[in-house]
């Protein structure tokens, strides 16, 4: 199980990680300045998208790096198993839905609106957290373990993630494809 959670933890890391800087050098060649609580900066609808985008490669590069180590240390705590499952379930849960809280509130705070990217992230946020209340209700008090029997759990788990770095990635590779594309045609 833990060689399992290190493979897809340096893969899910690897692209989220990537995805952030990617995202800062496009930020940061576009010319917006970063600030949390200067709403006049963000003037053009692109700008609201790049700070979007920015915020939630941030969010998601920093929940990665909180929750790795949480994994490790729940799976390797000494208690009774149905009592690990239930922290392990609920703390998933109480990440995922801190991560939410935290991506809401850096755009209110901005006045920025919801990227397609964001939205795409929340909602795959949000179905992280539906499996894991799900798996804490099966395997945490009924001690069902069809999901994790069948490796749905897994898989799901696993899609999320990887859907989340596509998601990150493709934004800033987009626009150095489309600035690229305009440097290119201006020669």
């Known amino acids: 199980m833990i060689e399992y959670v290190k493979v897809t933890n340096t893969i899910t890391i690897t692209l989220e990680n990537s995805a952030f800087l990617l995202t800062l050098f496009v930020y940061l060649r576009h010319g917006t300045r970063f600030s949390l609580i200067d709403k006049a900066s963000l003037q053009t609808s692109q700008d609201h998208q790049l700070y979007s985008c920015l ?5 998601v590069a920093l929940g990665s790096f909180y929750t790795v180590p ?12 149905i009592d690990r499952r239930r922290i392990f379930y609920v703390s998933f849960m109480v990440t995922g839905f801190l991560f939410m809280l935290t991506l809401y509130i850096a755009h209110r705070i901005r006045g920025c609106r919801f990227s397609l990217y964001a939205r795409i992230i929340m909602y795959c946020s949000l ?21 994790y029997d069948y490796r749905v759990y897994s898989i799901a788990t696993i899609a999320i993630n990887i859907i989340t770095g596509c998601v990150l990635l ?18």
């Open 70 to 81: 949480l994994v490790y240390d729940i799976i390797e705590l000494n208690m009774d198993v």
């Open 127 to 147: 179905s992280g957290v539906i499996l894991n209340f799900t798996q804490l209700v099966l395997r945490g008090y009924l001690d069902i373990n069809v999901l």
């Open 170 to 187: 493709s934004f800033p590779i987009k626009y150095l494809f489309n600035v690229y594309v305009e440097n290119k045609s201006a020669e």
């Open 55 to 59: 915020v939630s490669t941030f969010a």
